[in-house]
């Protein structure tokens, strides 16, 4: 089928600092994008809708894909299915997103986390085809992954929040962390707001050689650790705005995941490939947005839909 000819899906990747809204049929057709920032839920779903309904009105969409921080609601048969709910975000617990929008436009719709979001984009278009079982990772405002096994996300009694994960710390720092929740889990070690209550500063005016970069990175590592132990993955992709503002992040990792992995199990088969192993996403920054229209496109296969 022509570009032409596939239908248009209108994508929203919901963040922790801006959302990033996208109308397209897949990466070598994206007719229209826009960005608002993250503040209360009244003013960001608000501006949201105001470009979904000019899109619907000039383009029209046969789908909307949601790619949304979290914790979200995902069981089906819950009474507050597609709603956020006890989030560090300040202001957002228990927002209405997905049933909300699902109401206004009356498409197929489905809504999954960002990092999922940006896994099955990967797995459509970008660096993980072909592969059945991979982990995203996304380390910005907060930190999240996205696990694939079998080609499925991971989902129990909820979905996964590995970027909670509790990991041995970097030797000598007692930090207490920066989660309201857990404290010195990988996300309030490693996360951007998270250097940035650490030093006091903004994390542009870093250096990108101080010493806060190997404890971000030992914390990213051992969330690698952990998911090469829980769900050996046949790669980790690491994307997100912190590994693309600072380079340095990414063979750091690799480093430090080989010294804990310490030569067990899956270990000298992660050796022999460790710069493909753990890799920058292939959509690179677009990973985020069109993992939205990804969720969109299985809206409308019945996929994720409500």
């Known amino acids: 089928m022509s570009t032409e000819l596939r239908p248009l899906v209108a994508g929203i990747e919901l963040g922790g ?12 057709r994206i007719v229209a994008e826009a960005q608002v920032p993250t503040t209360t839920p009244a003013e960001t779903l608000g501006a949201i809708e105001r470009i979904l309904d000019g899109w619907r009105n000039e383009h029209g ?20 299915y597609g709603f956020i ?40 278009w970008g660096d993980a085809q072909g592969l059945s079982s991979f982990a995203y990772i996304t380390v910005g405002t907060g930190v999240g992954a996205g696990i694939i096994v079998d080609g499925k996300a991971v989902m129990g009694i909820g979905h996964a929040e590995a970027g909670h994960m509790l990991v041995r710390r970097f030797p000598g720092d007692d930090w207490a962390g920066a989660c309201p929740f857990h404290g010195d889990c990988v996300e309030g070690l490693a996360a951007g707001s998270a250097v940035e209550k650490r030093l006091g500063v903004k994390g542009g005016a870093v250096a990108d050689d101080d010493p806060v970069w190997a404890m971000v990175a030992h914390a990213i590592a051992g969330l690698c650790h952990n998911l090469v132990m829980g769900s050996v993955p046949d790669r980790i992709l690491l994307g997100g705005g912190l590994p693309t503002k600072r380079p340095q992040l990414l ?46 496109l299985d809206a409308l296969l019945g996929r994720h839909a409500a």
């Open 61 to 80: 969409f046969a789908a909307l894909g949601i790619a949304c921080f979290g914790p979200l609601e995902l069981r089906h048969d819950a009474p507050d």
């Open 85 to 124: 709910t006890a989030t560090p975000k300040p202001g957002w617990a228990h927002t209405d997103v997905s049933p909300r929008l699902r109401r206004r436009y009356g498409v197929p719709t489905a809504i999954d986390t960002d990092v999922t979001g940006a896994a099955l984009a990967e797995a459509r």
């Open 17 to 28: 600092t801006k959302c990033a809204c996208t109308l397209a049929a897949g990466p070598d």
């Open 251 to 296: 063979p750091m990792v690799r480093t430090m995941l080989v010294d804990s992995l310490a030569g067990y199990g899956v270990a000298p088969a992660i050796v022999d490939q460790i710069e493909r192993y753990v890799a920058a996403p292939g959509l690179g920054d677009w990973a985020g947005p069109l993992g939205s229209i990804a969720l969109g």
